[in-house]
């Protein structure tokens, strides 16, 4: 029976930290396994996640052709295995649960939510039917339940990706790709069918700056020179360095693999296979012309080099312009948080705002027990790796403040108390284990269509097979 007068160490045997993470995608993880590993504290992670799968965009976003990256699950499978570790999963928080109910049951909570929404491009014709986020086209092929009603017209010929980051190479690559390489992987069956069927012989991929700037890495640059079905073409005249990029190179070896690759590439000319990947540099798109009730044309500026003033370059519109067909456009300009009822957001930066991982309010003060990481934290770069050690940087703050922390023993504290709240809220909660379950019937349904998984792709659906698992295996919640 709890004592309610006693005041006691938190972090303690007797009184355990307990941490809410809302969100399961590698931050989530790595905050989960530092504050697990952490020495001398007693913790109780909680961890909750919108989906009732878990693991973010590992499942939701890395490129299905990109298997050995999403490896890296199994790192988070050990950390989930942890006794004093919990998921929730399809408990959305500002839908299930509230920012007071954590804070009732749990000392810390951490934000590690992600920016789930995406930037506009802001020109003429962008809601043109056909004209698409990078983020609805990447969940749509992921299987990822908020996208599963998409539809993309690939009967078009030709299509535009802008932006030159990895997103975008993703994007390009996957409807460049031969259709067959993609369809043993984990892609949605929907999404394999359409592609089946698509007829894009064109596919634009437009850069606003030149070839030293671009945000590509040199790994993702080659597959698109190494594609079974398709040429990456580039411009030998637009690979032409001013000083500024030409000194940039030298310092950033990174950039030097991409330009030595292009110019290599530029060499090749447009090649013999039946899909071309037309690379442009310096090109912005200044508008989106409609044709037949939908996007068909778009118009691009040419850009200039000009310093930032900041020791770099950004493009400059030189008023030339150029009309190329588009009948599918997908922007991939950045992504953007989505904020969270009683969570403060920064809307114009587009995530949380933090020092060092420790949330501040909109006088810029510390939210006691308030915590964010990864792409939620610091905005959407970095790789799943890069995760890792941020998430470390706001464990660290945890624990300086935790060091700090008494509190009485409260039974609202308590893992019983929480899971109780969970229940009332969302009866229809996922566990680990009920994701084991499903996870084993995509596998074992991939297995059949000779695929490496084939996913459950709705909420429903999702629910229904792990209701039937667990009757199957006797299991009670
Ligand atoms: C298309 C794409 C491809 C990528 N490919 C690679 C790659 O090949 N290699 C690589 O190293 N990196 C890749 N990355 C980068 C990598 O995915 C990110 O670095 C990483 O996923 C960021 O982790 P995160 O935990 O901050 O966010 P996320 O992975 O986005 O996880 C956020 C989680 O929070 C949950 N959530 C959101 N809101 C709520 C809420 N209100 N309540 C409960 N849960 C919520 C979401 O469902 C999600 O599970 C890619 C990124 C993208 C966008």
């Given at each position: 029976m709890a004592d309610g007068n006693k005041?006691?160490?938190?972090?303690?045997?007797?009184?355990?930290?307990?941490?809410?993470?809302?969100g399961s995608g590698p931050s989530g993880f790595y905050a989960a396994e530092a504050l697990l590993n952490a020495k001398d504290l007693a913790v109780q992670v909680d961890m909750f996640d919108r989906l009732p799968t878990p693991y973010g965009l590992v499942?939701?976003?890395?490129?299905?052709?990109?298997?050995?990256?999403?490896?890296v699950t199994m790192v988070y499978e050990k950390i989930a295995a942890r006794p004093a570790f919990r998921f929730f999963g399809n408990v959305m928080l500002g839908r299930d649960i509230q920012?007071?109910?954590?804070?009732?049951?749990?000392?810390?909570?951490?934000?590690?939510?992600?920016?789930?929404s995406d930037r506009r491009l802001k020109v003429p014709g962008?809601?043109?039917?056909?004209?698409?986020?990078?983020?609805?086209?990447?969940?749509?092929?992921?299987g990822h339940p908020d996208w599963r009603k998409e539809d993309f017209d690939l009967s078009q010929e030709s299509a535009a990706v802008i932006g030159i980051g990895n997103v975008a190479i993703d994007v390009t690559r996957i409807l460049a790709e031969d259709v067959e390489v993609l369809a043993k992987t984990d892609m949605a069956r929907h999404a394999v069918e359409a592609l089946r069927g698509s007829r894009v012989k064109t596919v634009w991929l437009l850069g606003r700056r030149g070839p030293v700037q671009a945000a590509f890495s040199p790994a993702e640059l080659k597959e698109l020179c190494e594609l079974h079905s398709s040429d990456l073409v580039v411009r030998e005249d637009e690979l032409k360095l001013d000083e500024v990029s030409r000194a940039a190179l030298e310092k950033d070896p990174e950039a030097k693999k991409n330009y030595d690759l292009l110019v290599q590439q530029a060499k090749k000319g447009e090649g013999s296979r039946p899909r071309k990947i037309c690379l442009r540099f310096c090109v912005s798109p200044t508008e989106l012309i409609e044709g037949n009730g939908r996007v068909a044309k778009m118009k691009l500026e040419i850009n200039q080099l000009v310093a930032d003033?900041?020791?770099?370059?950004?493009?400059?519109?030189?008023?030339?312009?150029?009309?190329?067909?588009?009948?599918?456009?997908?922007?991939?300009?950045?992504?953007?948080?989505?904020?969270?009822?009683?969570?403060?957001?920064?809307?114009?930066a587009g995530h949380i705002p933090n020092k060092d991982g420790r949330v501040l309010d909109d006088k810029?003060?510390?939210?006691a027990g308030a915590y964010v990481v990864g792409w939620a934290k610091r905005?959407?770069?970095?790789?799943?790796?890069?995760?890792?050690?941020?998430?470390?940087?706001?464990?660290k703050a945890m624990l300086e403040d935790v060091a700090k922390l008494s509190a009485p023993v409260e039974e609202s504290k308590t893992p019983e108390a929480a899971l109780a709240t969970v229940k009332a809220r969302q009866p229809d909660f996922v566990t680990f284990q009920d994701w084991k379950l499903l996870e084993t019937l995509e596998l074992s349904r991939g297995k059949q269509s000779g695929k490496i998984r084939e996913k459950f792709t709705t909420v429903a659906e999702m629910l229904e097979a792990i209701k039937k698992a667990r009757q199957e295996a006797c299991l009670v919640k």
């Open positions: 005041v006691v160490k938190v972090g303690s045997p007797e009184r355990p930290l307990r941490v809410a993470i809302i499942r939701g976003g890395v490129a299905p052709d990109h298997q050995k990256i999403k490896n920012v007071d109910d954590l804070r009732r049951h749990y000392d810390h909570i951490v934000y590690a939510v992600g920016n789930e962008e809601d043109l039917k056909g004209s698409h986020s990078a983020t609805a086209f990447v969940g749509w092929y992921n003033g900041k020791g770099g370059l950004k493009a400059q519109g030189t008023g030339q312009t150029e009309v190329i067909d588009a009948g599918l456009v997908f922007r991939s300009v950045g992504y953007h948080g989505v904020p969270i009822p009683g969570v403060p957001f920064d809307a114009k810029a003060a510390v939210v905005g959407p770069s970095g790789l799943i790796g890069t995760n890792r050690a941020d998430s470390v940087l706001t464990v």
